[in-house]
């Protein structure tokens, strides 16, 4: 009897750190939702959950002290629910998501969103200095593609007619750029996150490149006295459209700050846990680059007053600063 005690002691005095965590983390749940764990946490609640229900096994294989296997039939049980239970609708998950996660993993990830902000204005300038000074930097920058009629050969009478002109032949031209234009962002956002995997190399030379075409173009335009029309086309929907490019840049050094930097985690243990908000940062950044797509098929084509392109631009750029700075924060709590 007293070697069966003793068993049970000591089987419940290494494992009991365990139980009382997921304990902790199965209460929290309880009361506030899942949504109130960390992503520490959440990670961690199934291997906890397992690791209880392989101490419940062995407990009753050896037939221990029968309070202990009690309670960890109880704890089993509530955390089952939390790992498995019914989920939430579609319509719930998507709210909490756009009020409450995406602009909290944006939050989180202020620092590779500076930077990766800061390598595309370094790109910019880079290539408006070079394009100006020669205008043949303009080809390397800028792909046959993407520059349509825009070209150093133009004359400045047909670029400034690609702005304002509604004629068929110029707006033909436009959509085309416009679409083109899209898809490059789009696919340059999608591979600016997936190539954080390589250490965020491959996201910074994206994000730089993206950069010197932009400053291709603004040379391109300066040069012809036109720098003011430009930006109040380009901006009408950039703002949204170049914030969503650098989220998913941001998104890839969140990927490879994980690999670099695994603190006190492996850096596969580090990957999953970063890339949860990674994740959340693109699929958020999608909605954005639909919203750019919105504004670029209608309003930019619509308006043509240069007062109110930047207004509606500056417009879009404040609207996303105060909701990812304000949306769904919890005070001192939030995990920014």
Request: glycine share 8%.
């Amino acid at each position: 009897m007293a070697e069966l005690q003793l068993k049970s002691f000591d089987f419940r005095r290494s494992r009991e750190a365990t139980w009382r965590e997921l304990d902790a983390l199965v209460q929290q749940a309880t009361k506030n939702g899942l949504a109130s764990l960390s992503p520490d946490e959440l990670l961690r609640l199934p291997a906890l959950y397992r690791a209880t229900l392989s101490a419940l096994s062995v407990a009753r294989t050896i037939s221990l002290d029968q309070n202990v296997v009690r309670y960890l039939e109880s704890l089993s049980m509530r955390a089952y629910f939390c790992v498995y239970g019914a989920h939430e609708g579609i319509l719930i998950g998507l709210s909490r998501f756009f009020i409450e996660d995406f602009p909290a993993a944006v939050r989180a990830a202020k620092w590779a969103i500076f930077l990766a902000t800061a390598i595309i204005l370094l790109g910019g300038i880079v290539g408006h200095v070079l394009t100006i000074s020669n205008a043949d930097w303009f080809y390397s920058f800028v792909s046959e593609g993407l520059a349509g009629f825009r070209t150093p050969t133009s004359a400045a009478e047909d670029l400034k007619a690609g702005l304002y002109d509604d004629s068929d032949t110029i707006a033909a031209e436009l959509n085309s750029f416009a679409s083109f234009l899209f898809t490059h962002n789009a696919k340059i956002g999608m591979l600016c996150f997936a190539l954080g995997f390589a250490f965020g190399v491959p996201t910074a030379i994206l994000l730089f490149t993206n950069g010197l075409m932009l400053g291709a173009f603004s040379a391109l335009y300066a040069s012809r006295g036109l720098s003011i029309d430009l930006w109040a086309w380009l901006l009408i929907h950039g703002t949204t459209e170049i914030l969503a490019v650098i989220l998913c840049g941001a998104a890839g050094f969140v990927l490879a700050s994980a690999l670099i930097f695994p603190t006190r985690h492996s850096r596969l243990s580090n990957l999953a846990i970063r890339g949860r908000a990674a994740s959340q940062i693109v699929i958020g950044a999608v909605a954005l680059f639909f919203v750019a797509a919105i504004l670029e098929g209608f309003a930019r084509q619509l308006i043509t007053d240069i007062t109110l392109r930047y207004l509606i631009g500056a417009g879009m750029l404040l609207s996303w600063l105060l909701y990812f700075t304000w949306s769904g924060k919890r005070g001192p709590n939030d995990r920014s």
